[in-house]
């Protein structure tokens, strides 16, 4: 099962980005989905997650600025950023887990994309 993220970039402080992740090789859509970030000199951190239902779940600090969705016929997660700040500053990992092809259970992660803000 590999991951693909895309998205992130520079922007300046009160900007948005929309973060995208593709899963293949899922035998089904994945059961949960989410994004993750690291910055520099801090552990990774849950941004959020949403289930195969569409059921999300965020900290507190990306409740009312950061949306997380799903297409489950295209097997991708989405998030959508508004409001960024200096803070909001990491690398992006999106995670997956669910069945692979050979009905084996995986938990697996993408390769990070970063995200910038900076004015």
């Known amino acids: 099962v590999q991951l693909q993220a895309s998205g992130g970039g520079l922007v300046q402080p009160g900007g948005s980005l929309r973060l995208s992740c593709a899963v293949s090789?899922?035998?089904?859509?994945?059961?949960?989905m989410g994004w993750y970030r690291q910055a520099p000199g801090k552990q990774r951190e849950l941004v959020a997650t949403i289930t195969s239902g569409g059921v999300t779940n965020y900290p507190d600090s990306a409740k009312g600025r950061f949306t997380i969705s799903r297409d489950n016929a295209k097997n991708t997660v989405y998030l959508q950023m508004n409001s960024l700040n200096v803070e909001d500053t990491a690398v992006y990992y999106c995670?997956?887990?669910?069945?692979?092809?050979?009905?084996?259970?995986?938990?697996?992660w993408g390769q990070g994309t970063l995200v910038t803000v900076s004015s």
């Open positions: 090789g899922s035998l089904f859509s994945p059961n949960f």
């Open positions: 995670n997956a887990n669910g069945l692979d092809k050979s009905r084996t259970y995986y938990n697996a």
